[in-house]
């Protein structure tokens, strides 16, 4: 299916690629591989607004993008847009379903930050279960005490749950692994399971398992996947974690559940709404939070970056994309 718009570029004109959100500490690497490619790179920031990213789109060959909203809208405007290329993993976003019918190729770029987002669930499901926070603030606050704040559990002996088994999921299980989990549930029904993994019905691992991590894509079959019924299978032991997407998780049910202590605690870095405000959940003492930073790392960052100005280059050069998603 191709661009009826791309036409009306002509071949002596410099080819535009221009990312819609700025935040990284420089563009070196964008700027010298689109060089190489005989384009020029743009940065127009559009701070998640959809005017402004009508605005910006207009005259772009390819769109680099990290959370502003890629609509019919913002589509529409794009005369001559051949690839809108996602900074990261989750595409949610972006209109899938548009660039399609208007021949732009969604791309994203999934190998990358799959070790620091692996190790913030570990980070996170560790917080939670020592109680970090808690016995930081009581120290700081020049409270010393060894005795039990709020119980605290071991998890030698008993189960792992992970909702979804791809790069970051299995990688998480091997850091995991050294703890001693009696068994390990996964849900993920086209997913191949290493030995001693089990394939389990969501319902099932909820009730189950004693941390379930979160690994899913936010779409409309996994919106609020952990729901109020969801949460309420769960053990007074549970942790939850999502290094994924805030969506994922009914974050009013959530908050019910912490606050009557009917889960051990949860630890987010991801949140429906971000920056998350003023929720009430974060006024709670069973939950760590952390700003949607588990992919960072200065390496994690300069790969991404590298990762989606060559996807740019590829789709310039009318190479096909590594990570195409919208295929036709």
Same mark, same amino acid.
């Given at each position: 299916?191709?661009?009826?718009?791309?036409?009306?570029?002509?071949? &002596?004109?410099?080819?535009?690629v221009v990312a819609l959100d700025d935040g990284?500490?420089?563009?070196?690497?964008?700027?010298?591989?689109?060089?190489?490619?005989?384009?020029?790179?743009?940065?127009?920031?559009?701070?998640?607004?959809?005017?402004?990213?009508? &605005?910006?789109?207009?005259?772009?060959?390819?769109?680099?993008?990290?959370?502003?909203?890629?609509?019919?809208?913002?589509?529409?405007?794009?005369?001559?847009?051949?690839?809108?290329?996602?900074?990261?993993?989750?595409?949610?976003?972006?209109?899938?379903?548009?660039?399609?019918?208007?021949?732009?190729?969604?791309?994203?770029?999934?190998?990358?930050?799959?070790?620091?987002?692996?190790?913030?669930?570990?980070?996170?499901?560790?917080?939670?279960?020592?109680?970090?926070?808690?016995?930081?603030?009581?120290?700081?606050?020049?409270?010393?005490?060894?005795?039990?704040?709020?119980?605290?559990?071991?998890?030698?002996?008993?189960?792992?749950?992970?909702?979804?088994?791809?790069?970051?999921?299995?990688?998480?299980?091997?850091?995991?692994?050294?703890?001693?989990?009696?068994?390990?549930?996964?849900?993920?029904?086209?997913?191949?399971?290493?030995?001693?993994?089990?394939?389990?019905?969501?319902?099932?691992?909820?009730?189950?398992?004693?941390?379930?991590?979160?690994?899913?894509?936010?779409?409309?079959?996994?919106?609020?996947?952990?729901?109020?019924?969801?949460?309420?299978?769960?053990?007074?032991?549970?942790?939850?974690?999502?290094?994924?997407?805030?969506?994922?998780?009914?974050?009013?049910?959530?908050?019910?559940?912490?606050?009557?202590?009917?889960?051990?605690?949860?630890?987010?870095?991801?949140?429906?709404?971000?920056?998350?405000?003023?929720?009430?959940?974060?006024?709670?003492?069973?939950?760590?939070?952390?700003?949607?930073?588990?992919?960072?790392?200065?390496?994690?960052?300069?790969?991404? &970056?590298?990762?989606?100005?060559?996807?740019?280059?590829?789709?310039?050069?009318?190479?096909?994309?590594?990570?195409?998603?919208?295929?036709?």
């Amino acid at each position: 299916m191709a661009n009826p718009m791309l036409n009306a570029v002509t071949s &002596q004109e410099q080819r535009l690629v221009v990312a819609l959100d700025d935040g990284y500490a420089a563009y070196d690497q964008e700027e010298a591989l689109l060089a190489e490619a005989g384009a020029r790179f743009a940065l127009r920031p559009c701070r998640r607004s959809e005017d402004s990213a009508i &605005q910006a789109v207009g005259d772009a060959d390819v769109v680099l993008v990290r959370e502003s909203p890629i609509s019919r809208r913002v589509i529409d405007a794009m005369t001559r847009c051949q690839a809108i290329i996602r900074y990261g993993i989750g595409v949610d976003n972006i209109d899938q379903v548009s660039a399609r019918e208007r021949g732009i190729k969604v791309v994203n770029v999934p190998d990358y930050g799959t070790d620091e987002v692996s190790s913030q669930a570990v980070a996170l499901a560790m917080a939670v279960s020592r109680r970090i926070g808690l016995h930081d603030a009581e120290v700081r606050a020049g409270r010393w005490s060894t005795g039990v704040l709020q119980p605290m559990y071991r998890l030698r002996g008993r189960t792992l749950g992970l909702v979804g088994f791809g790069r970051i999921a299995r990688m998480t299980l091997d850091k995991l692994s050294g703890f001693g989990f009696a068994r390990v549930l996964v849900h993920d029904p086209s997913a191949e399971l290493p030995p001693g993994v089990e394939h389990a019905p969501l319902d099932e691992l909820c009730a189950q398992a004693d941390l379930v991590s979160l690994h899913a894509p936010l779409n409309a079959q996994t919106h609020h996947l952990i729901d109020a019924r969801r949460l309420a299978l769960m053990q007074p032991t549970a942790i939850l974690v999502n290094t994924a997407r805030g969506g994922l998780i009914d974050t009013d049910a959530l908050y019910e559940a912490l606050r009557e202590r009917r889960i051990l605690g949860a630890g987010l870095d991801v949140f429906e709404q971000e920056p998350p405000g003023a929720h009430p959940l974060l006024s709670l003492d069973n939950v760590v939070v952390t700003n949607h930073m588990g992919w960072y790392s200065e390496e994690a960052m300069r790969e991404l &970056q590298r990762k989606t100005a060559l996807e740019a280059v590829r789709v310039l050069r009318g190479e096909e994309p590594l990570h195409w998603l919208n295929r036709w």
